[in-house]
């Protein structure tokens, strides 16, 4: 898929654990472990501003477009090396 999901990147820079992203946003854990995995298939105005807020970040910090097939797979490896 060319949207790139780098919830866990801003994650670690702001030092927030997904329990406590989960409490100040007001979404469950598994919701919120599946978009941090890329596996959603959408996600909700309000639930970005939420992330948005309590990461103190801009939606392009969590959502990125890459138009190259290879370039995803590629990003996708170099994630899957980061955890």
Known sequence: MPIIVNLDVMMAKRKISLNELSERV????SNLSILKTGKAKAIR????EAICR???CQPSDIL???NDEKKTMYYQMCRM???
Do not use: K, N, P, W
């Open 26 to 29: 007001g979404l469950t854990l």
């Open 45 to 48: 105005f309000s639930t970005l």
């Open 81 to 83: 090396r980061i955890r």
């Open 64 to 66: 990125e477009y890459v």
């Open 54 to 56: 309590a990461l103190d």
